[in-house]
C-alpha cells in the first residue's frame, strides 16, 4: 500500500509540471476586486505543442480559472512560442499576488463560467452572470440595451458614435450597413468586433470605424477598444470636425453624477437640464529651458475647479481624472478613459436627462481649440471600461472602472523572456553570471 502510495505521489508530479511563477503586482495605488487579467506569457521552443493542456493555479496550488489562446508557434516547428492568459484577481492597493503556470490537463478546463453569447438574429446579447447587454449588427450604437438582473439601465436608442461636420451630424446608428461578428468567445473573456461608418442618412462622413467590445465571466465591467480611421477611398483630403464623440442614454434621469477629480470625487444631483462635466482642454505648453510639460482640467456645470493634470517635475498624469457614473443609488452607470489626459482635448460629460457623453473631440473646449481638421488616411485609437452598478459607492465604482489606468500584468521573472525561453531573439537578462560568459 506504500509503494502504491509512492506512486501516485509521483505520477501526480511527473503530470503536474510546474513552468513558470507568475507575479501580478498592483501600481496604481488602487485595490482591485476580481479584476479581469489579459496578459501573454512566452513558452521555450518545444516545451509545447497543445495549450488544452495548461493550468494556472495560485500559491498554494489551488486551480485559477483561466483562459489560454495561442497566439504564435516557433519558426521550426508547431510547438507554442506565446500564449494569452485570461484570469481575474483580486489584490490590496499596491499588493501582489503569485500564480504558477503549469503543464497539467487535469486543471485546465474552467469551471462554473456564466459567460454566454447568443446570436438574437438582429443583435447579440452578452450575459456575464452579473450582467447583460446587446450588440446591434445594423446600425451599430455601441450598447444598444443593458440590464443589471431586471433593472434596465439602458434602453435601446439611435445614438451611439457620433460625429459633427459643421451643423451636420453623422452617425454610427444610421449606417445600415454595419457589421457586428463574435471575433472571439470562451469561458473567461468574449469579444465583439463591429465596423462601419459614420452616416447622415445615406450620405457617408468617410470616418471608418472599428470597435471591439470585451465582456468577463461573472463580471459587471467591459472594456471598449475603439479606432477611426478617415477613410482615403472616399475623402482625398480632409475635413473638419466640430466635435467626435459617443453617446449612451441611460434610463438614469434626476440621478447622481459623480467625477473622478484630484482630492475626493465630485459628486452632485443633477435635475432636467443639468450637467456636471470635466475637460483636459489645453495643449501641452512647455517652458523654454523648464522642460515642464502640462495638460490642464476644467470642471462645468454642478462640478467646479480646475487645475494642472500633470504632475510636473515628472510628467506623470494625475491618475484621479478621467472616470464619473450616474447613479439613482440602487443601480448606476460608470466609465473610465484611458490615459484621459492625452490627445486633448477630451471630456466627460453627465446629464440630468441621463445622458453619457464621452468627448473624443468634444464642442466643450473653452474656446482653447480650433474645429479639429482631420486629414485623409489619419487614424486614432481610444481605450475605455464601463460598468454597469449597484449599490456601490464611488470608491468602489472607481475601483471598477478606474484600473484601465493601470491594467494588472501577469509577469514572470526576467530570465524567462531571455535566456530561459528566448522569445525575444539572443537576449541576456540581467546577470552579470551569463554577460560573462559566451552565449550558446
Known amino acids: 500500500m506504500k509503494q502504491l502510495i509512492i506512486l501516485v505521489s509521483l505520477c501526480s508530479v511527473i503530470f503536474s509540471a510546474p513552468i513558470v511563477e507568475l507575479t501580478v503586482k498592483e501600481r496604481m495605488g488602487q485595490a482591485r476586486t476580481g479584476e479581469p487579467v489579459t496578459t501573454g506569457v512566452p ?9 488544452n493542456n495548461l493550468a494556472l493555479t495560485d500559491a498554494a496550488g489551488n486551480k485559477v480559472n483561466c483562459e489560454f489562446r495561442k497566439v504564435s508557434e516557433w519558426h521550426n516547428n508547431t510547438s507554442v512560442k506565446w500564449v494569452h492568459l485570461d484570469f481575474q484577481t483580486s489584490l490590496a492597493e499596491s499588493g501582489s499576488v503569485k500564480y504558477v503556470l503549469h503543464d497539467d490537463a487535469s486543471k485546465h478546463a474552467i469551471t462554473g463560467s456564466t459567460l454566454t453569447v447568443t446570436d438574437q438574429g438582429s443583435r447579440f446579447e452578452v450575459n456575464t452572470g452579473k450582467i447583460k447587454f446587446f450588440v446591434k449588427k445594423a446600425n451599430y450604437n455601441v450598447i444598444d ?7 434596465t439601465i439602458i434602453t435601446p436608442h439611435s445614438r451611439g458614435l ?3 461636420i459643421g451643423s451636420n451630424e453623422y452617425l454610427s446608428s444610421s449606417d445600415a450597413s454595419s457589421t457586428t461578428t463574435i471575433e472571439r468567445q470562451g469561458g ?7 465596423e462601419g461608418y459614420l452616416k447622415m442618412g445615406a450620405s457617408s462622413s468617410g470616418l471608418f470605424f472599428q470597435s471591439r467590445i470585451y465582456a468577463y465571466n461573472n463580471s459587471p465591467v467591459i472594456k471598449y477598444v475603439l479606432a477611426f480611421e478617415l477613410h482615403k477611398s472616399m475623402v482625398k483630403d480632409s475635413i473638419v470636425v466640430k466635435s467626435l464623440f459617443i453617446d449612451l442614454p441611460t434610463k438614469l434621469s434626476n440621478a447622481t453624477a459623480t467625477l473622478g477629480a484630484p482630492t475626493a470625487p465630485q459628486s452632485a444631483a443633477l435635475a432636467a437640464g443639468d450637467t456636471s462635466y470635466v475637460v483636459a482642454s489645453n ?4 517652458a523654454m529651458g523648464a522642460n515642464d510639460a502640462k495638460v490642464f482640467y476644467k470642471f462645468g456645470g454642478k462640478a467646479t475647479g480646475n487645475g494642472d493634470a500633470m504632475v510636473s517635475s515628472t510628467h506623470f498624469h494625475d491618475k484621479a481624472l478621467g472616470w464619473g457614473s450616474l ?11 484611458r490615459d484621459y489626459w492625452q490627445q486633448n482635448p477630451k471630456s466627460l460629460e453627465l446629464y440630468g436627462s441621463g445622458l453619457c457623453r464621452i468627448g473624443l473631440y468634444p464642442e466643450l473646449r473653452n474656446g482653447e481649440f480650433l474645429d479639429l481638421k482631420w486629414y485623409s488616411g489619419m487614424a486614432r485609437t481610444v481605450e475605455m471600461r464601463l460598468a454597469l452598478i449597484k449599490n456601490e459607492n464611488s470608491n468602489d ?24 525561453t528566448r522569445a525575444f531573439g539572443l537576449l541576456v537578462e540581467r546577470d552579470t553570471s551569463k554577460i560573462k560568459q559566451p552565449y550558446q
Open 397 to 420: 465604482v472607481k475601483a471598477l472602472v478606474h484600473g484601465i489606468q493601470t491594467p494588472l500584468l501577469a509577469i514572470a521573472p526576467p530570465s524567462w523572456y531571455c535566456s530561459d
Open 162 to 164: 457620433a460625429l459633427k
Open 327 to 337: 447613479s439613482n443609488g440602487s443601480k448606476g452607470f460608470a466609465f473610465s478613459f
Open 145 to 151: 440595451e443593458a440590464l443589471i438582473g431586471t433593472d
Open 283 to 286: 495643449p501641452f505648453t512647455i
Open 188 to 194: 473567461m473573456a468574449v469579444c465583439i468586433k463591429s
Open 43 to 51: 513558452l521555450p521552443n518545444g516545451l509545447l505543442t497543445d495549450v
